[in-house]
């Protein structure tokens, strides 16, 4: 059976192109980068290249990106790195979890958090960010798109209130990093994730710009600017330097072809009965959709989905065997048995107008067939 992925908010294939360039790596320029002899130099050059690409996507100076492994870690990297006992940071109620469990910990050793709600349609109000700042604000965070509902944040206008506050501002770019343009102006630290743009898993990169500083959270060695110590991760660092190469050249192509399967989804799917759109319509991911469907539970729909080779989610990978309701859905204002029949399915590059309408011709059935023994629907007869 052909599959048909819809999960590329979760990963990511590998790209042929990815693979061939880290490929050397592993075998051939194996150096640790920071020896001085031929195959040392050798890595630590590649480094270098990736760095510099990585730092073109977003318009950065090469010195401002640190890799990492990953989104988790370059949150983790700003919010442990600042505040101190008695600070204050602001967040959003539906950041990602590497964001929220961070700052629920945080609580716990005396920073004080401010969780801002968000609106119906999932987004966070500058009003709530500047009214939020008091003089103990050190810290704003909050993500440049959800990674489940799509949604993109007024980022630009936050870091303006940020900058004019003398507060720092960090964002959670791990959606957004290589699919849509990003203006730095006004952000001081910016999350990335290679597996998210077609690189390998295990490798990401912090944004810091040039004049901000953060206590180290991996001390050791002085690899990365003596913010991140440890033997680079060579081979996974060439890997996301040649996705984010990829994904500069194509940002526009792909995100315009993508809308237009993300519009072709939604319009067909709201056509069920008892069905809505989670997030905008118009301001969100050109890959991410997100539908709700009512009596009727989205694990059921997933399993269903996946007998028939197509691969989707009901929020965020990293809650998947959760069975607390989406905290993002409830941030919206969705009660926690709405929440529970969310089906997010996210596009990618090589998924194809065939298997949209392959989709379309299965999903109303499953639906239709799971409110025939769903009890909510049953009750409600």
Known sequence: MKRIYLDHAATTAVAKEVFQAMQPFFSEKYGNASSLYSLGREAKEAIEDSRAIAAKVIGAEPREIIFT??????????????????????????????????????????????????????????????????????????????????????????GKICRESGVLFHTDAVQTYGKIPIDIKNIDFLSASGHKLYGPKGIGCLYMKSGVSLKPLITGGSQEHKMRAGTENAAGIVGFGKASELAMKNMGKEAAYETKLRDMLIDDVL????????????????????????????????????????????GSACSSESLTPSHVLTAIGLSPVKAHGSLRMTLGKDNTKEEINYVLGVLPGIVENLRKISPMKLARR
Request: charged letters at 25%; hydrophobic letters at 35%.
């Open 271 to 314: 056509r069920i009965e008892d069905s809505w759109l989670n997030g905008s319509r118009k301001n969100r991911l050109p890959n991410n959709t997100n539908l709700g469907f009512d009596y009727i539970e989205g694990e059921s729909i997933i399993l269903h989905l996946d007998i028939k080779g197509i691969a989707a989610s009901t």
């Open 69 to 158: 492994s990953g989104g988790s870690e370059s949150d983790n990297m700003v919010l442990r790195g600042i505040p101190e006992a008695g600070d204050h940071i602001i967040t959003s109620a539906f950041e990602h979890h590497a964001v929220l469990h961070t700052c629920q910990a945080l609580e716990k050793e005396g920073v004080k958090v401010t969780y801002l709600p968000v609106t119906k349609d999932g987004f966070v109000r500058t009003e709530d960010v500047k009214k939020a700042i008091t003089k103990n604000t050190k810290l704003i965070s909050i993500m440049h798109a959800n990674n489940e509902i799509g949604t993109i944040q007024p980022i630009a206008e936050i």
